[in-house]
């Protein structure tokens, strides 16, 4: 994997862990102001929107390490 669709990957991952954790919260009814507080479908989304950044995070990370010999 080249060190620009790794950065991509990184990129991407942080994004997506950020973004599910406010939906998270959100769903959770712990940050006020939205149409998504305290409705548990974004719970569900924010949930899996972060794993999915997680995933992100580490492929560009193990992609990235070189093997030692």
């Not at 790794?6 to 919260?25: D, E, K, Q, S």
């Not at 409705?39 to 992609?63: F, K, N, Y």
Request: proline residues 3%; glycine residues 14%; positive net charge.
């Amino acid at each position: 994997m080249s060190r620009a669709a790794r950065i991509a990957f990184l990129v991407l991952g942080l994004i997506a862990l950020v973004t599910g954790g406010i939906w998270t919260g959100q769903g959770l009814n712990l940050i006020p102001g939205s149409f998504m507080t305290g409705d548990r479908t974004w719970l569900a989304i924010g949930l899996a929107v972060a794993v999915v950044g997680i995933v992100l995070i580490v492929v560009a990370l193990r992609r990235g390490r070189r093997p030692t010999r």
